[in-house]
Every structure is written in C-alpha cells, then in structure tokens.
C-alpha cells in the first residue's frame, strides 16, 4: 500500500463523523446562478440572462436534454438576488412576484418532475451580499421551514452583514432547523470563507458536523489568475483540508467556470481536473443554452466525472511542486486506483516532464494507465520512466488502475528500453513508446 494512503487512514479517523441528512455522499453537481448572472434583476431589458424562473426554467431543460442530468449534474441553484425586497405579512421570505411568477414551490416541482433539485439560497446577516431580507437568527426557524415547505433541496447561507459571534450561533443552529423540518435538505456554509478559511477561527471537526458543504475562500471570478489563486490557496492549506473532506463533507473551491469567457481550453481542462482531484463540488456557472462543444465536453468528461464522484471520498493532494513549474496532484480512488495531475504553470511551450511512477510513490508493479481528455491507455511499469508533454496553463489527467497481478512485455528499440504494455481485453501486446 502506498505510504501516503496510510497516512490518509490515520487522519480521516479524526473526523468522519458527516452530517447526517444521508445526502451528499459524493460531492454534489449541477448549476449555480451566481458567477454567470450575478445579480441581473433586468428582466424588461435582459430578460433571457435576468434572474428569474425562465432562467432556471432554461437551465432545467438543458440538464434534462442535453445529456447533464445522466452525468450527475441535477442541482439547478439559485444564488442571490431573488426574493422580494420585504417578507410577507407573515415574516415569510417570498420571491420577486415580478421575476418568479409562478412562485419557488412550483419552480422545485417543475425540477422534481425532470429528476432534478432545486437549490436556494440565504444569508445569515441582516442583508444578503446583494442587499436582500437576510435571516437574521429570530428568522432562522422561520426560514428553514419555508424552504421545507417549497420542496427545496439544497441551501448555501451565506454570510454577508454578519459577525463571527452571529455566525457561530447562526450556522449550527440553521442545520438543526432544517433537519427539524423533516426535510433532507443539502446545506452549503459560507461560514469559513468569512473567517479567513483556517483554524484556529475555523473548526472543520464542527464543519463536518453541521454542513455538507463549505466556502473555505473567496468567490471565483471568470478568469485564469482567480482559478489559479483558488487552487494555489487550497493545496497550500491541503493537510488543514484534506482531512476535512469526506462523504457528506466537503470542502468547496467554488462554481466551474469553464465554458465562460476568462478560460481557455487547456486552462478549462485543468480546472476540471483540478477539481476532481480535490473532490469538490462541480457547480457550473456558465449558459448552458450557448456553451461551446468543446467547453461541454470537458465538463461532461466521464473520466473525470467518476474521479471526482469516487465513492471513498477522499481529497487528493498535490504531491510535487517542480523548479521546472510542473506540479503533480495525486488522490487515491476506490479498488485500489488513483488519479494523478500533471499541471504546467510554464507559460512559454509544452514542457516534457520525465519521471516514473515509483517517482511518484507508486509501490512495484504494473499499472494501467487512462489517460482522462485524449482516452488512450497504455501499461507502465513502476519504474519505467515516461514523458509527459504539458502544455503552458495545462494538465496531462491519468485514472491509474490498480496494479496488474500478470506480466507485462517489455519493448526494446536500438537495444533500449522503449517501453512496456500489454492490453487486458483482448489479450494483445501494444507497443508504445516515450
Ligand atoms: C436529522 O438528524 C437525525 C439525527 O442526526 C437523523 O437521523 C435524521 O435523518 C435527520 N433528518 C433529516 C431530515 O436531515
Ligand atoms: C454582532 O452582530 C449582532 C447583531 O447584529 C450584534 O448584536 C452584536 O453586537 C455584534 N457583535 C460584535 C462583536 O460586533
Ligand atoms: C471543534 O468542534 C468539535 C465538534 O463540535 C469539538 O468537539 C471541538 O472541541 C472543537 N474544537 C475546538 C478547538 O474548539
């Protein structure tokens, strides 16, 4: 077994205590308003991109039909800006009557009859972020049963306009009113974002109890330099993280932006990559009515998916940190398999990295290896060294099997190890060579 597995058990058997609403056992997927839409209420003049039902509505039909829900992705999520000014005359939050027409229960049915779910959102200040009723803690019971009530599905509590002690009564007392309501109800906490992510003002053992998801860190904005500082952020804090996470528990880097405008390619793969290495939730924050091709199928890349929803539910780690600007990420999987990440921050050319995989840490052996976004698989041999060629601002994403009991074929050319492989369907020897 590989010594950083150990390593693992040891610290999972910390915290494994989750919150038990029985949801969340791999990280949640679907869509999430706020970094595509923001707070656009402009629906005389932008009705299409507004924050209103038709822009769920839309979104809904899309994961339905385009091959989304299949995949994983079923939470369709409201962020801010969509209720109404005032409560109701019950001290009831309500929607925009001019936005939801038809009202948010009948939006949560209309997800629930496409076998999808409904996410809302609320802020435990006395204002939301962008200045709507917040649920300040007389309102918190209140709250919950109305997001009972509508059928609601998932909650993110935000936490603008509040302070670390309302914080600290609010967000465990919010999870306790919803399981109070009887209804499983997904529960995302901007709790530790607001307190600079990081104990000793944050305790994850808590967390894990209380929520199914947190904000660590600031919100992802549609560009490279924000991705790039979310990811080195998380790994830099990674031992603090790492064991934080498990089923119904998990850290959240923020919404996907690929398919927007600020990624390219090779950077929307290494977000997607990079994601499912850390276990995170997949939100999509992007038009899933325009999105590109290419964009789509990056974000519905079944590899990458099933390494992200892998059932042990561990967050992987970043393992090497080269001069060269190569990073490695590495995250253990189930029966034995592992995912590995190789990342370039160069910005100049596609950068050939050598090493092997006992380099790596990998234990003697023959390992099967997938390679995630070209799907061409070959066999290594723990010490056989391989190149990879990264592109600037790119990853090579391999699923690693675990390791062959049978022997493998060796391959000489010029009287030099080229390589090695054989292939397990059909019983045929490949060749391939580095
Ligand atoms: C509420 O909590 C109890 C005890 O932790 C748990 O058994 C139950 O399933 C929870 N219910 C909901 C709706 O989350
Ligand atoms: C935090 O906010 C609450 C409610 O607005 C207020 O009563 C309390 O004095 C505040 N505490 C601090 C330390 O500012
Ligand atoms: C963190 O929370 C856990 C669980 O609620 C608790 O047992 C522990 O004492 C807390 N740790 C600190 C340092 O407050």
Redesign the pocket.
């Known amino acids: 077994m590989h010594l950083t597995v150990l390593l693992f058990v040891s610290a999972l058997s910390v915290a494994t205590f989750a919150l038990d609403n029985g949801l969340m056992r791999t990280p949640p997927m679907g869509w999430l308003a706020w970094e595509r839409f923001r707070c656009d209420i402009d629906c005389e003049n932008d009705p299409k991109n507004c924050i209103g039902e038709n822009l769920f509505i839309d979104m809904a039909d899309r994961l339905a039909e385009d091959g989304w829900r299949e995949l994983g992705y079923v939470y369709v999520n409201i962020d801010d800006c969509w209720s109404s000014m005032q409560r109701d005359k019950d001290g009831r939050l309500q929607a925009d009557p001019k936005r939801f027409p038809g009202g948010i229960h009948k939006l949560a049915r209309y997800m629930h009859d496409r076998g999808l779910k409904l996410g809302i959102y609320g802020d435990m200040g006395t204002h939301t972020c962008g200045g709507y009723p917040g649920t300040t803690l007389d309102k918190i019971e209140t709250d919950a049963q109305t997001f009972a009530d509508w059928e609601i599905d998932m909650f993110k509590f935000d936490g603008c306009y509040s302070n670390a002690s309302v914080q600290e009564e609010g967000y465990p007392r919010m999870s306790k009113a919803l399981n109070a309501t009887g209804r499983p109800i997904g529960y995302s906490c901007s709790w530790p974002a607001y307190q600079g992510g990081l104990p000793?003002k944050v305790?994850y053992?808590?967390l894990g109890?209380i929520c199914n998801l947190w904000r660590n860190y600031g919100d992802i904005q549609d560009s490279w330099s924000s991705v790039l500082s979310i990811t080195d952020w998380f790994f830099e804090n990674q031992d603090v993280l790492i064991p934080a996470a498990g089923p119904g528990r998990w850290n959240d880097p923020d919404m996907l932006v690929v398919g927007d405008f600020g990624l390219s390619m090779e950077q929307s793969r290494t977000q997607m990559a990079l994601w499912a290495i850390m276990a995170a939730p997949l939100f999509m924050s992007n038009d899933l009515r325009t999105i590109s091709s290419e964009a789509r199928n990056i974000l519905q890349n079944k590899m990458a998916i099933s390494i992200n929803q892998d059932v042990l539910g561990i967050q992987g780690r970043r393992i090497l940190k080269e001069k060269s600007g190569i990073q490695v990420f590495w995250r253990p999987l189930a029966n034995d398999a592992s995912a590995l990440v190789f990342f370039s921050r160069r910005t100049d050319m596609p950068y050939r990295y050598q090493t092997s995989l006992s380099k790596l840490n990998y234990t003697t052996g023959n390992y099967k290896i997938y390679d995630v976004f070209t799907e061409k698989t070959m066999v290594l041999k723990d010490s056989t060294d391989f190149v990879v060629s990264v592109n600037p601002t790119g990853v090579v994403m391999w699923y690693v099997g675990a390791p062959a009991k049978r022997n493998f074929r060796q391959f000489y050319r010029g009287g030099r190890l080229q390589g090695s492989a054989y292939d397990d369907e059909d019983n045929t020897i490949k060749e391939f060579f580095l």
């Open positions: 000793p305790n053992t808590q109890e």
